[in-house]
């Protein structure tokens, strides 16, 4: 009997340290997957109609990431709306990791001259709604809208009809990495998860209760793994571009060079309507 | 003789301002103004106000349409919806600026239109709740091209100085 239980708790002593170490294996020996048409998160806002991946070649406008482990040199991407190509055929090392080209959050940051404000904040949900997106958020000067990627462009082009842009920000953010890890780690936790229900079956009651206990973390991490994964896909399907009606002053202030001519910083309607005749 | 000399010398040194500008109807033009040389009213509020930089020549045009594109439109906020040419009533050339902005959550317009002449930079603004800036248009663009900033009296190539540009 004491046999039986020490092989159960070293099975399950294995398989955990598989478990954690399956985040650090060699993304060289392991084959990317592509991840499944990405659909929207279900508490952001109405379903849209998914967006069809853009397969094209292009170069990103811009490119962050957040990923700070991630020391890959940036590859070309794909920008929303640009006209098909074929994808470059896979390289003759079967062992590499393919690169997924949709795998990028496209996100704006447009700000607006502050006049007719509220008319344009209507403006912006409309072309939003006309390009299949929603709006997500919305603040009296202020207003953040989801489109499918691949009307990106088209409604920041949209977007910059509407008034004075005095600053825009486009951000395209490649996550492909992420992507790849996290299909290897959920892939990793289901095989767990599977491995430890078959121990299940066969344990006693008192080895139950710990096999149980490891089921309910790896269970646990497989959701957030999940989540993480789905949230991706959303934020990969839906750009989001947040359009401000605000001065740069703020942000200027730091970085502009003061000009010795105090008569500008006097200019503007609240000097000039202020009609006090004893001024 | 001599003495009619003095007072007209005098008179042209001292007195006036260095620049013209024709009140339209509808306007009452404001009294004791210290940072603007001249400011008009009308009854809803628009305003048409002119101010004088004195020995301000170190720019051109191009630099103050700059500068102040900047500041209005980059650290103010102000949507800039025009940005052309214009000449003054003597034919000095210059800018004219029209923006438009939000004052508590309403449009308003505001116009800014720059000279350079006799070493002096001179800014004509106009503004207004957009609505009443409409109706009081055409007074609006009245005043702003009465505006002469360069004496074109016969005179004034042998006083090409401040002098001659008091009105």
């Known amino acids: ?279 | 003789m001599k003495k009619y000399l003095l007072l007209f010398a005098f008179l042209l040194v001292g007195c006036g301002k260095p620049f013209d500008v024709k009140t339209a109807p509808g306007f009452v033009a404001l009294e004791n103004q210290t940072e603007h040389a001249y400011r008009a009213t009308t009854p809803e509020g628009v305003v048409v106000g002119v101010r004088v930089v004195d020995d301000e020549d170190r720019g051109d045009i191009g630099f103050w349409t700059q500068a102040l594109l900047l500041q209005l439109r980059d650290v103010s906020g102000y949507a800039l919806l025009e940005n052309v040419e214009a000449s003054s009533a003597d034919g000095t050339k210059g800018r004219l600026m029209k923006f438009g902005h939000d004052e508590d959550g309403k449009p308003y317009s505001y116009w800014v239109e720059i000279f350079l002449a006799q070493k002096r930079l001179y800014i004509v603004e106009a503004g207004g709740a957009k609505d009443a800036f409409d109706r009081a248009q055409p007074n609006v663009v009245s005043m702003m091209s009465s505006v002469k900033v360069k004496c074109s009296s016969a005179v004034a190539p042998v006083l090409a100085s401040r002098t001659c540009n008091r009105w």
């Open chain 1, 1 to 279: 009997m004491a046999f039986v239980k020490r092989r159960f708790l070293a099975l399950v002593l294995v398989a955990t340290t598989a478990t954690a170490g399956c985040g650090s294996a060699d993304r060289g020996t392991l084959e990317a997957k592509a991840p499944a048409p990405a659909g929207p998160a279900k508490d952001v806002a109405p379903p849209p109609p998914p967006a069809p991946p853009a397969d094209g070649r292009a170069e990103a406008k811009a490119e962050t990431r957040n990923d700070e482990n991630d020391k890959q040199p940036a590859q070309p991407q794909p920008a929303p709306g640009t006209p098909a190509t074929p994808p470059s055929p896979p390289s003759s090392t079967a062992l590499e990791p393919q690169r997924e080209p949709s795998n990028i959050i496209y996100t704006a940051r447009v700000t607006m001259a502050v006049y007719q404000v509220e008319q344009g904040l209507e403006k912006v949900e409309r072309i939003a709604r006309e390009q299949g997106g929603f709006l997500a958020l919305k603040h009296d000067r202020e207003i953040t809208v989801r489109v499918p990627r691949a009307h990106f462009d088209a409604t920041l082009a949209a977007i910059d009809k509407l008034g004075d842009v005095i600053h825009r920000d486009v951000q395209a953010q490649d996550v492909t990495d992420e992507m790849v890890d996290l299909e290897i780690r959920i892939k990793n936790a289901k095989s767990m998860q599977e491995r430890l229900r078959a121990l299940l079956q066969k344990a006693a009651v008192k080895e139950a209760l710990d096999i149980e206990k490891e089921l309910a973390r790896v269970t646990e991490e497989l959701e957030r793994l999940e989540g993480r994964q789905k949230l991706l896909r959303d934020k990969i399907a839906l750009s989001t571009i947040t359009v401000a009606f605000e001065p740069r002053g703020a942000t200027l202030a730091t970085s502009r060079v003061r000009l010795p001519f105090p008569f500008i910083q006097e200019l503007g309607l609240p000097n000039l309507l202020n009609l006090d005749e004893t001024k």
